[in-house]
């Protein structure tokens, strides 16, 4: 494997990505190009489970399970998920809501506060 390949393993890693050969790259991947030559690629993960990815990320980050956090680590959690593009995907708010043992409603309350 390529050296850059290599040092961007961490960040492919944390994006849910995939690295790719050179010979496997393809039009919807990015290029890895080293002077001049692509020598490897990044596949991105699909849409579809990118909310469960967000959350544990903010799980990862915050030291606990949504869940288990106190009103201002929820709040905080909902803050970062706010940042993270998490709401931005259908049904979010619902599934946010569901994963952290709250209903929507103080979901939205609290991202109404965010956005005051």
Do not use: C
């Not at 690295?19 to 393809?26: K, N, Y």
């Not at 905080?76 to 993270?84: K, N, V, Y």
């Amino acid at each position: 494997m390529h050296p850059l390949a290599v040092a961007l393993r961490p960040l492919v890693d944390a994006a849910g990505a995939e690295t790719v050969g050179a010979s496997d790259v393809t039009g919807s991947d990015v290029a890895l190009i080293w002077n001049g030559d692509i020598v490897a690629g990044v596949r991105l993960p699909p849409i579809h489970g990118s909310l469960d990815r967000i959350i544990a990320v903010v799980e990862t980050e915050l030291g606990a399970p949504l869940p288990t956090l106190s009103r201002p680590g929820k709040q905080q959690a909902i803050r970062r998920l706010d940042e993270l593009g998490a709401f931005v995907l259908r049904r979010a708010v619902e599934d946010v809501a569901e994963a952290m043992g709250m209903s929507r409603i103080t979901v939205y309350s609290y991202l109404n506060a965010l956005h005051r």
